[in-house]
């Protein structure tokens, strides 16, 4: 069972950054398709950033369209950490988000197989 927590989270004000982590314990993580997925109240749990398995950069990256430009996944195998590098913040971006991780390339949720706990992001204005 691949455990996944995720830490880095908290307030910022709109325009800030945060990077936000997610460690794995004893499996390595780069056999594992990888992503971050968030949850605003009231909404559906939508995928933000994807990245593909292996050990050979660079990897393929996928983003949905609300934070091309201004978030960046990536991930070092030799932490076993997965990151998500959030610049010029919105609003908008204040979810509970996710790390998730999976046996095949994360087309949408139904891919997972594991989840973190979470950790908040709050972006005032």
């Known amino acids: 069972q691949v455990q996944l927590v995720e830490s880095g989270g908290g307030s910022v004000q709109a325009g800030g950054s945060l990077r936000l982590s997610c460690a794995a314990s004893?499996?390595?993580?780069?056999?594992?398709?990888m992503g971050w997925f968030r949850q605003a109240p009231g909404k559906e749990r939508e995928e933000v950033a994807k990245?593909?398995?292996?050990?050979?950069?660079?990897?393929?990256?996928d983003y949905t369209d609300s934070v091309k430009g201004r978030f960046t996944i990536s991930r070092d195998n030799a932490k076993n950490t997965l990151y998500l590098q959030m610049n010029n913040v919105k609003p908008e971006d204040t979810a509970m988000y996710y790390c998730?991780?999976?046996?095949?390339?994360?087309?949408?949720?139904?891919?997972?197989?594991?989840w973190g706990q979470g950790t908040q992001v709050t972006v005032s204005s």
């Open positions: 990245i593909a398995a292996g050990s050979t950069r660079p990897y393929y990256t």
């Open positions: 998730a991780a999976g046996e095949r390339w994360l087309y949408s949720q139904h891919d997972v197989d594991y």
């Open positions: 004893r499996y390595s993580l780069s056999n594992y398709f």
